[in-house]
């Protein structure tokens, strides 16, 4: 199993971003796929999650209105687009992959980091 987060980097605020995570070695389209972020001395938050067939999605507080997951199936590719982007957005983004309920599958990226300048 593998997670590949790419398309993090510095931006002003205001700016936007958008975060790739490509994912191979399990049946992509049955998973549950998530954006958490960890920003430095807290905790790993979890900012968005979208249903295997894409058709169901959720958000934290905090960037609902900004952010946007989305996923295709056929590359076994989630994406998270940042917009309107703050300097309280800068973290490492990691991606998630949960089997959801009744399994333990759970695989977790190695993350990207995302700086947002004031």
């Known amino acids: 199993v593998q997670l590949v987060e790419s398309g993090g980097g510095l931006v002003q605020g205001g700016g936007s971003l958008r975060l790739s995570c490509a994912a191979s070695?399990?049946?992509?389209?049955?998973?549950?796929m998530s954006w958490y972020r960890q920003a430095p001395g807290k905790e790993r938050e979890l900012v968005a999650q979208?249903?295997?067939?894409?058709?169901?999605?959720g958000y934290s507080n905090s960037v609902r209105g900004r952010f946007t997951i989305s996923r295709d199936n056929a590359k076994n590719t989630v994406y998270l687009q940042m917009n309107s982007l703050k300097p309280e957005d800068t973290a490492v983004y990691y991606c998630?992959?949960?089997?959801?309920?009744?399994?333990?599958?759970?695989?977790w990226g190695q993350g990207t980091q995302v700086t947002v300048s004031s």
């Open positions: 070695g399990f049946t992509f389209s049955s998973y549950f």
């Open positions: 998630n992959a949960w089997g959801g309920t009744g399994t333990s599958n759970s695989y």
């Open positions: 979208i249903t295997g067939t894409g058709g169901s999605t």
